[in-house]
């Protein structure tokens, strides 16, 4: 498993914990498009699409895992950093 599909398992984790159907599609639909539009930013400015990946997938996972979007960039910030750590496959900079 490369760490892209690392991220995507944890993403998909949290993701499949939503109860109504209806938001964890918006789920879904809102982590994997940021990704592939941050992917697609990366690339046209020759910058790291995998980072890219994994930055737009992370952007909002505290928010989709607690329904709650208050004070979601530093939180989500903190939950990002703790998955990529328990993932051991990205080194902190
Ligand atoms: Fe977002």
Redesign the pocket.
Known sequence: MNRIEKVREAVDAVLLNIADAGERRCGYM??YG?SQACVLIALKRNENAELAAAAGML??IH?YATMDPRD?AHKGSAMARDLLNSMKCFEAG
């Open positions: 809102h982590l940021v952007h909002d928010t979601h």
